[in-house]
């Protein structure tokens, strides 16, 4: 198949990125590494190579989760999980592939987890040397490497958005919602549904990502409640089927 996403998941540039990019994102993990992976950057390559090896051959498995109740205040927890650094790695490199065709078909009134729209293209070439280093400042991930706009360099245009919505466009009230459970309660049949709707070309690597969404299912007993991915929020921290 034509550009194929799955094909180019193993490619060594996109896992180094996506190391950094899992790096970066452990900081707010449930559980802390102390070492930092530093022991899995210490062979950097040699472990990167194995994880394209695996892919190329269709046997790539992920690792049970990690689990843990979450203090949600102080009469409650919420249940917590965290990937291996080579699952994260993994799932950054599906969402450099598949974000950027995705963020397309979203509406301009979505304003959190956007790709990047202004790139320096000199620093798009400059990044294939700096990936060869195992660590890179937080900064300079950020800057360089992470594809998604911070949700604090999109808050003031959003409420500057909602200023002219009262002032010029006529409304008069705003409602601030949550929705409970959100996560916990996707269907991971109609996200497979969803994603082929909008990416019709690329039913390897949905198939891949809803494979390790069932395998990070808890038991039926729990309610069928998993986990998806970090606990930053990144992909959504539990699913429901």
Request: aromatic fraction near 14%.
């Amino acid at each position: 198949m034509a550009n194929d996403f799955y094909d180019k998941l193993a490619d060594l540039s996109l896992l180094r990125r996506a190391w950094h990019l899992a790096r970066n994102d452990s900081r707010t993990d449930f559980m802390f590494d102390p070492y930092r992976f530093s022991d899995f950057a210490f062979h950097l390559d040699d472990h990167l190579n194995g994880i394209a090896r695996s892919l190329k051959l269709g046997s790539y498995h992920p690792k049970p989760l990690q689990t843990i109740d979450v203090p949600k205040s102080s009469l409650s927890v919420r249940p917590g999980s965290v990937l291996s650094i080579e699952d994260k790695i993994v799932m950054f490199a599906v969402a450099c592939l598949i974000a950027p065709p995705l963020d397309k078909k979203l509406p301009e009134a979505v304003y959190s987890w956007r790709i990047k729209k202004v790139q320096n293209r000199k620093e798009l070439f400059e990044d294939h040397e700096i990936l060869k280093y195992p660590f890179l400042k937080r900064t300079t991930i950020q800057r360089r490497l992470d594809f998604v706009e911070p949700w604090y360099g999109v808050w003031p245009r959003f409420i500057k958005d909602l200023e002219v919505a009262y002032e010029t466009d006529g409304y008069s009230f705003m409602v601030v919602s949550d929705i409970v459970a959100y996560f916990e309660n996707i269907d991971l049949g109609l996200l497979r549904d969803l994603l082929l709707l909008y990416l019709p070309k690329q039913p390897r690597i949905i198939n891949f990502i809803i494979n390790l969404l069932e395998y990070w299912a808890w038991p039926a007993i729990h309610g069928g409640v998993f986990n998806a991915g970090d606990s930053s929020g990144q992909w959504g921290e539990q699913f429901h089927r």
